[in-house]
Antibody
Framework: QVQLVESGGGVVQAGRSLRLSCATSGFTLSNYGIHWVRQAPGKGLEWVALISYDGTNRYYADNVKGRFTISRDNSKNTLWLQMNSLRPEDTAVYYC?????????????????WGQGTLVTVSS | QSALTQPASLSGSPGQSITISCTGT?????????VSWYQQHPGKAPKLMIF???NRPSGVSNRFSGSKSGNTASLTISGLQAEDEADYYC??????????FGTGTTVTVL
């Protein structure tokens, strides 16, 4: 079965860095784009970043652009979200989600499988 | 990248139908075939309910249906059941190759 498992969350001070991991199984990662989506406590979903199946295309939400970097290693079935210059407003549960569009340079959604999420807390 | 606009809350009695709206612009909902809907129960990850405006993934009840007109997409839940009580989010691909979510709607079954 398709599984995505996030890890790497924790408590970090504002201005510091954190790297989240998303380990995948049950499908051929190299055939799929992947997204990171976050949800602040008690708030709605917010799209963060995407990476195409081969890593060629990467896009970011305006409020994380220049601070966050999404990457992948298909041989390790793993993706990462490097988060630098963290701010208190980055506090959220971070989910990785598979793009149901499959093998395409254009990563459009939908998000057909999700991980359970990992909590990042940025203290001021 | 402004969030799509959804009503904050809706409610209905068992057996009734409700429709959740999702309003964007010509740069997202109005100009995209890639509109999807997600159901989220408290403490759980979201679940895909509708993709590409009006398609249901395998295993999702046919009580859920989607549509779009202009800059507004809609999710209709027919024959409302207790287990439908959850938060619902729309999402759209945008003209800048990014994605955007709606503000979310809490559905209460009376």
């Amino acid at each position: 079965q398709v599984q995505l498992v996030e890890s790497g969350g924790g408590v970090v001070q504002a201005g510091r860095s954190l790297r989240l991991s998303c380990a995948t199984s049950g499908f051929t990662l190299s055939n799929y784009g992947i997204h990171w989506v976050r949800q602040a406590p008690g708030k709605g979903l917010e799209w963060v970043a995407l990476i195409s199946y081969d890593g060629t295309n990467r896009y970011y939400a305006d409020n994380v652009k220049g601070r966050f970097t999404i990457s992948r290693d298909n041989s390790k079935n793993t993706l990462w979200l490097q988060m630098n210059s963290l701010r208190p407003e980055d506090t959220a549960v971070y989910y990785c989600a598979r793009d149901g569009g499959g093998y395409s340079d254009i990563v459009t959604g939908p998000f057909d499988y999700w991980g359970q999420g990992t909590l990042v807390t940025v203290s001021s | 990248q402004s969030a799509l606009t959804q009503p904050a809350s809706l409610s209905g009695s068992p057996g009734q139908s409700i429709t959740i709206s999702c309003t964007g612009t010509s740069s997202d909902v109005g100009g995209s075939y890639y509109v999807s809907w997600y159901q989220q129960h408290p403490g759980k990850a979201p679940k895909l309910m509708i993709f590409d405006v009006n398609n249901r993934p395998s295993g999702v009840s046919n009580r859920f249906s989607g549509s779009k007109s202009g800059n507004t997409a809609s999710l209709t839940i027919s024959g409302l059941q207790a287990e439908d009580e959850a938060d619902y989010y729309c999402s759209s691909y945008t003209s800048t190759s990014t994605l955007v979510f709606g503000t979310g709607t809490t559905v209460t079954v009376l």
